[in-house]
């Protein structure tokens, strides 16, 4: 049986981990709005990121 604490931690762990995720997936669509803004390449880098 799992512990309240090791369930407490995982979540915590999967929360923060998707989190970062959500957070450099967002600069690096920003990164390549400002280098080149192009629909064709954000389509490529969402393709590349699901």
Same mark, same amino acid.
Do not use: Q
């Given at each position: /049986?799992? +512990? ?5 931690? +995982? !979540?915590? #762990? ?5 989190? +970062? !995720?959500?957070?450099?997936?967002? /600069? +690096? ?13 954000? #389509?490529? !880098?969402?393709? !590349?990121?699901?």
């Amino acid at each position: /049986m799992i +512990s309240w604490a090791a369930a407490t931690i +995982s !979540l915590f #762990l999967f929360f923060f981990a998707f989190t +970062s !995720l959500m957070g450099e997936y967002a /600069m +690096s669509e920003g990164n390549i709005r400002f280098v080149k803004d192009d629909h064709k390449v954000i #389509l490529v !880098l969402r393709i !590349l990121t699901t």
